[in-house]
Every structure is written in structure tokens, then in C-alpha cells.
């Protein structure tokens, strides 16, 4: 049985995948179906890396087996609702990633799935410790903590991590080979210490 059957471009179609009810260590079940790529269509949009591609778990998209990376799965498994379905766009599965056309198509559509999903959820990956926990908790409480004028502090200190710096390739292993009681970052006049990163 054949997983996926060709998109309508006059009808600008994707696929969505449709995350069914379970328990947490059930088994992943989906259902895959089209629909037309417009304003008002219920939606979430996965934000993730595929991590190691090699390593792979099996879920079921309607009755039929589909490997997907280690970090989706985990990723349906915390996602999933013990009562409820889901409606999700996650490019591994909603893109028939065999068909090069195709691919090629949808993500140039990305653009598009994102700005009209009625949600986004962006995945890190499963907690490692009990301080993973304590970040988030820590992030949320900040963010209440925080009125207008210091809104605009976090809105600069986010600035600071958007500049091209941090997007180098090299810069973790930079950062890493100095000691680290001797590394500072540097932002014009100001100076602050690197462990305080």
C-alpha cells in the first residue's frame, strides 16, 4: 500500500498529519490526508532537527510503517494528547521525501505552512537532567517576572544572540578551547565574562 499519492498544485494542497490519541509509550499512530494550504486551516507546525538521520523508529501513518528520526519520534511521544487528536505539519512525513519534485516544491512552500499554522511548536529534544526542567521553569518565570521597560532589556539582550557571531560554525570549539575564567565577550565599550553566557 502506498503511502503517498501526488499534491494538486492548482489547489495549493499539503499534506497533513493527524497525531492520534494514546498513552505515552503506545505506539505512534497517524493518519495522513491532503487539504488546501489556506487562512483558517487548523493547524500546528513542527519545528525540529532531524539529528542523526541513520537512527530510526517506527511509527504508523494509516496502517502503514514509516521510519522516522529517533528526535520525531520522541517528539510525537510528547506531543501526542491521551484523549485528543492533533493536526500537525511536520516536513519528514508531509513531504513525500522520495520524490524529489516534490520536496523541492514544499520547501519553497515553508514559508507559507509557517506564517498560516494556527501554532508552532519548536522541539529541543527530550529532557537529559533535572536541570533541562529547571531552564524552562526558570524561562517562564523570568518572562512573567519581567514588565515593559524590562521587556525591552530581554528584546536587546535577544539582540545580542542574533548577532553573526553565534551562528558561526567555529565558535562553540572558540569558545570552548580558551579557559573558559579567561574568555570575555565584548559588545562595544562593555565587557562581560563568558561563563556569565
Given at each position: 500500500?502506498?503511502?503517498?499519492?501526488?499534491?494538486?498544485?492548482?489547489?495549493?494542497?499539503?499534506?497533513?498529519?493527524?497525531?492520534?490519541?494514546?498513552?505515552?509509550?503506545?505506539?505512534?499512530?497517524?493518519?495522513?490526508?491532503?487539504?488546501?494550504?489556506?487562512?483558517?486551516?487548523?493547524?500546528?507546525?513542527?519545528?525540529?532537527?532531524w539529528?542523526?538521520?541513520?537512527?530510526?523508529?517506527?511509527?504508523?501513518?494509516?496502517?502503514?510503517?514509516?521510519?522516522?528520526?529517533?528526535?520525531?519520534?520522541?517528539?510525537?511521544?510528547?506531543?501526542?494528547?491521551?484523549?485528543?487528536?492533533?493536526?500537525?505539519?511536520?516536513?519528514?512525513?508531509?513531504?513525500?521525501?522520495?520524490?524529489?519534485?516534490?520536496?523541492?516544491?514544499?520547501?519553497?512552500?515553508?514559508?507559507?505552512i509557517f506564517?498560516l499554522?494556527?501554532?508552532?511548536?519548536i522541539?529541543?529534544?527530550?529532557?537529559?537532567?533535572?536541570?533541562?526542567?529547571?531552564?524552562?521553569?526558570?524561562?517562564?518565570?523570568?518572562?512573567?517576572?519581567?514588565?515593559?521597560?524590562?521587556?525591552?532589556?530581554?528584546?536587546?539582550?535577544?539582540?545580542?544572540?542574533?548577532?553573526?557571531?553565534?551562528t558561526?560554525?567555529?565558535v562553540?570549539?572558540?569558545?570552548?578551547?580558551?579557559?573558559?575564567?579567561?574568555?570575555?565577550?565584548?559588545?562595544?565599550?562593555?565587557?562581560?565574562?563568558?561563563?556569565?553566557?
Amino acid at each position: 500500500m502506498a503511502l503517498y499519492s501526488p499534491l494538486t498544485s492548482e489547489t495549493n494542497e499539503i499534506r497533513l498529519l493527524v497525531l492520534l490519541p494514546d498513552e505515552f509509550d503506545a505506539q505512534v499512530r497517524c493518519e495522513l490526508y491532503h487539504d488546501e494550504l489556506a487562512p483558517g486551516l487548523a493547524f500546528t507546525a513542527l519545528s525540529y532537527t532531524w539529528r542523526d538521520a541513520k537512527i530510526r523508529k517506527a511509527i504508523t501513518v494509516n496502517e502503514v510503517s514509516l521510519d522516522v528520526t529517533t528526535n520525531l519520534h520522541d517528539a510525537l511521544q510528547h506531543m501526542r494528547d491521551s484523549d485528543e487528536s492533533r493536526t500537525l505539519w511536520i516536513d519528514a512525513v508531509c513531504i513525500n521525501q522520495e520524490d524529489e519534485k516534490e520536496r523541492g516544491a514544499q520547501i519553497l512552500r515553508m514559508r507559507d505552512i509557517f506564517s498560516l499554522a494556527t501554532g508552532v511548536e519548536i522541539w529541543l529534544g527530550k529532557e537529559e537532567d533535572e536541570f533541562d526542567a529547571k531552564a524552562m521553569l526558570l524561562v517562564q518565570k523570568l518572562s512573567k517576572m519581567v514588565s515593559g521597560t524590562e521587556r525591552a532589556l530581554l528584546r536587546a539582550v535577544n539582540r545580542l544572540f542574533e548577532q553573526p557571531w553565534w551562528t558561526r560554525v567555529w565558535v562553540i570549539q572558540e569558545a570552548l578551547l580558551a579557559w573558559q575564567d579567561r574568555a570575555v565577550v565584548r559588545r562595544g565599550e562593555l565587557c562581560a565574562d563568558w561563563l556569565d553566557f
